[in-house]
């Protein structure tokens, strides 16, 4: 009687401290193992030949896991689309004309669905599309702890809250992170995804014109398609010379001062991140490493306590 007691006290205590931390959740790479024991390769079989057709779409899937696990946890809160009475995640600052590959998302969905009715979360989804998406570009893999759980709402002013800006500064980026759980380290290994993708001129505008911490000839290189004025939407790549590719060139671009995002190059800037980047631009090894170990953590993130969840089965609608 009092061990259960005890054991309940404990329950309410892990839950109470969800509502004040940022909460990792208990995971299996078991979880479907029974239930849906083809789901990776499904996951895969959608990932392999839209990343084939638009190299682009595996970084944007990434980016999509990321910008799920920051608001909320991993709860394919992204996901919702907005309604008439309801306003979500999707058009949030960071997300809205920038975030893609929600069509990826549906698509593995429709054939999870059609092989496993009512079993495996968006959330999972997501999680298990963004390793492929990282591996499928030539970067490391890593097993995806799963069993996360659909959230049946979201929050626009949360996700304008919690997703760092391009503007940040490398002190304001580790307090971010920290706010999630994640250390200085990882955030520092988690950045690393911009070796992949494309950004849009209005995000880099001000560091291409108005900074001095900047190599002279990339810097020429980007104001071709990026104009002082207009141009907002031109895209360039974060890694000019191997754009696609899942490697540790964010780094050494890094070291020579051709960080796209004036919040990429303040990690190194002459302040405490500059010595992992040199370690990481040159060691791809420990980078992988290290990557891969905190897309895990950061995949652990899940809402707070008490927030109504479920499986969904159309992963931009509730049930
Ligand atoms: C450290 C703070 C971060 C900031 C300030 C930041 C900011 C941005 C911005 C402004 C863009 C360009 C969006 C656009 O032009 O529409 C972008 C793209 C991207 N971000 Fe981040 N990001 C951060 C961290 C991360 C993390 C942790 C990941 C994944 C682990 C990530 C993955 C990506 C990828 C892959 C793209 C390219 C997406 C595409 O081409 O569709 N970012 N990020």
Known sequence: MGFLFAARGCVAAAALLCVILPCHAKLSTRFYAR????????????????????????ASIIRLFFHDCFVNGCDASILLDDTPTFTGEKNAGANV????????IDAIKARV???????????????????????LLRGPTWNVPLGRKDSRTATQSAANANLPGPGSSAASLVSAFAAKGLSAREMTALSGAHTVGR?????????????????????????????QAGGDGN????????????????????????????????????????????KYSGNGKIFAGDFAKAMVKMGGLMPAA??????????????
Do not use: W
Request: charged share 25%; net charge positive.
């Open 97 to 104: 004309n920038s975030v893609r590959g929600y069509e990826v």
């Open 199 to 227: 950004a849009r001129c209005l995000f880099f505008r001000g560091r291409i014109y108005g900074e001095t911490n900047i190599n002279a000839t990339f810097a020429a290189a980007r104001r071709r398609t990026c104009p």
């Open 35 to 58: 239930t849906c024991p083809n789901v990776e390769a499904i996951v895969r079989s959608v990932m392999a030949p839209a990343v084939a057709a638009e190299p682009r779409m595996g």
């Open 113 to 135: 669905e059609a092989s496993c009715k009512a079993t495996v979360s968006c959330a999972d989804i997501v999680a298990l599309a963004a390793r492929d998406a990282v591996n």
């Open 235 to 278: 895209l360039a790549p974060f890694d000019d010379r191997t754009p696609d590719a899942f490697d540790n060139a964010y780094y050494t671009n890094l070291v020579a001062r051709r960080g796209l995002l004036h919040s990429d190059q303040e990690l190194f800037n002459g302040g405490p991140q500059d010595a992992l980047v040199r």
């Open 306 to 319: 008490g927030t109504p969840t479920e499986v969904r089965l159309n992963c931009r609608k509730v049930n």
